[in-house]
């Protein structure tokens, strides 16, 4: 059984990672002696509209409006888009490196693998039975695949100190056969910090003003729409990932904000539950309302996301629903076990007793 992980930046913020775009506009924004005027201009325009930028995505989009009524060309917006992206990528790589690996590589091995495992733990008997249910259609051990959001290498390494002791990931029973679990494999759809760094929107739609790159070529324009621009990239990054995306039994969303610029990822995987009746989507959602005394607000805001979830796809309204039947909202953090490994010593010093005593 296939289950696969879409893990986007709340997972390395959840380890104590500094990786919004918010902070690193923070170091982004001061003028340095190597801008050029241009780059200076680009920042100050971020600069007034600092909270659009927490966006970023969103805002280049957007920001394609504003550099044709000042008259700059798509020349110059390309060079700030790449400014942009180089300097987040060095930033980002910095981050990185402030979670020391050597000497927590235990705890990261036993936490992330306790952490898979505990997918459908979120949930009440009634739902947690009814993804079981379609589990028992599949035989053999589950199988870990995960598909990166993210630029940074901090999932591959988790993988891989996971990866160094399998037998953490423990073994799948089913009908009096045992198997053996395991992790498949790790893929960056959107690049990463060392190379082919994709960072724009889904599609021409969310450019406010396209024309901006009228009579330019098309390289121009598609180094901002993400499907276009692995595109460019020619390793397939779009094909493998939605390739490994088609092998899934389950899929579990982690980290992410199911918003508008990765709308073909939403898309793809409601076509995907079309087709096959028993695949199930977990949402995490660490916004949900608390699932606890009386359930009607955190019900309530269950069947938003699912219809919100669905709006990405042109299926069929009866679908839908079928569809959303099979979408699960996750609020509990089944990387808790991860949580703020960097700059929380007291944290630290709790898993590592509680990894002596395993």
């Known amino acids: ?3 696969t992980f879409l893990v986007g930046n709340g997972f390395d913020m959840n380890m104590g990672l500094k990786t919004t ?27 007034k509209e600092t909270d659009k930028w927490s966006s970023a995505e969103t805002a280049f989009g957007a920001a394609t409006e504003q550099f044709k ?36 590589n235990g705890i990261i091995s036993k936490e992330f693998s306790e952490g898979i495992l505990k997918y459908k733990n979120g949930f009440r008997e009634a739902e947690r ?12 051990g589950l199988i870990f695949n995960f598909i990166s959001f993210n630029y940074t290498d901090v999932l591959n390494l988790c993988f891989n100190a996971a990866r160094s002791n399998s037998s953490l990931l423990g073994k799948r029973v089913l009908n009096g056969v045992t198997s053996a679990n395991q992790l498949g494999k790790v893929l960056h759809v959107h690049g990463t910090v060392h190379r082919d760094m994709v960072l724009g929107v889904n599609d021409i739609s969310q450019i406010a003003a396209p024309s901006l790159f009228d009579g330019y070529d098309a390289e121009y324009i598609n180094q901002l729409i993400k499907q276009k621009t692995n595109e460019i990239n020619e390793e397939n990054s779009d094909k493998k990932a939605y390739d490994l995306l088609k092998q899934s039994d389950l899929i ?6 199911t918003g508008e610029t990765d ?27 608390e699932d606890g005394l009386i359930r009607r607000a955190f019900r309530l805001y269950v069947n938003e996301e699912r219809q919100k979830f669905t709006a990405y796809s042109n299926i069929d309204a009866d679908k839908k629903k079928e569809i959303e039947a099979r979408i699960h909202i996750d609020k509990t953090n089944i990387f808790a076990g991860l949580s703020m490994l960097v700059d929380n010593p007291a944290n630290l010093q709790i898993l590592e007793e509680k990894l002596v005593t395993v």
């Not at 775009?21 to 002696?33: G, N, S």
Request: charged share 25%.
């Open 21 to 47: 775009y918010k902070a690193f506009l923070e170091k982004y924004v001061v003028e340095t002696d190597r801008d050029t005027e241009l780059i200076r201009h680009f920042k100050s325009s971020i600069l």
């Open 69 to 104: 009524s000042e008259g700059y060309t798509a020349e110059d917006y390309c060079l700030c888009h790449e400014d942009f992206c180089v300097n987040l990528a060095d930033y980002l790589l910095r981050e990185e490196q402030r979670l020391n690996y050597t000497s927590l």
């Open 129 to 140: 039975a009814a993804i079981s249910t379609s589990e028992a259609t599949f035989g053999g």
């Open 263 to 289: 709308k073909l990822w939403w898309d793809r995987i409601c076509i995907l539950m079309k087709q096959k009746s028993n695949l199930h989507l977990i949402i995490h959602k660490h916004s949900a309302p």
């Open 252 to 257: 579990y969303i982690y980290g992410m904000s």
């Open 1 to 3: 059984m296939n289950v």
